[in-house]
């Protein structure tokens, strides 16, 4: 079993920047991949990006692509989102993910309890 707890949620004007982060414990040993996923009131939870065990290999969703950057420190058992030029439409609970394929909820074997992301106009 890992548990994951998300925190660095809050209230942010847009164009404004947060960094979330993912602590992970528990079976931590074996060689997860890491993600966050996301989901707006009345949507369907959604994937945003996902890195490998050795931070070598990352993957954006086109949606925040070029503004979150996703990164980890396996030393710390942390996995971090750092979300730059926030838009409104960017609000939503930030889950974190640890599973063998990162890619979709399907995939995930692992999920944290959310943090909430605000960004007002």
């Known amino acids: 079993q890992v548990q994951l707890v998300e925190s660095g949620g809050g209230l942010v004007q847009a164009g404004g920047s947060l960094r979330l982060s993912c602590a992970a414990s528990?079976?931590?040993?074996?060689?997860?991949?890491m993600g966050w996923f996301r989901q707006a009131p009345g949507k369907e939870r959604e994937f945003v990006a996902r890195i490998s065990w050795s931070g070598g290999s990352t993957y954006d969703a086109d949606i925040v692509k070029g503004r979150f950057i996703i990164s980890r420190d396996n030393a710390k058992n942390t996995v971090y989102l750092q979300m730059n030029s926030l838009k409104p439409e960017d609000t939503a609970v930030y889950y974190c993910?640890?599973?063998?394929?990162?890619?979709?909820?399907?995939?995930?074997?692992?999920w944290g309890k959310g943090t909430l992301v605000t960004v007002s106009s």
């Open positions: 993910a640890a599973g063998a394929y990162v890619s979709s909820p399907g995939g995930v074997d692992y």
């Open positions: 528990g079976r931590t040993d074996n060689a997860y991949v």
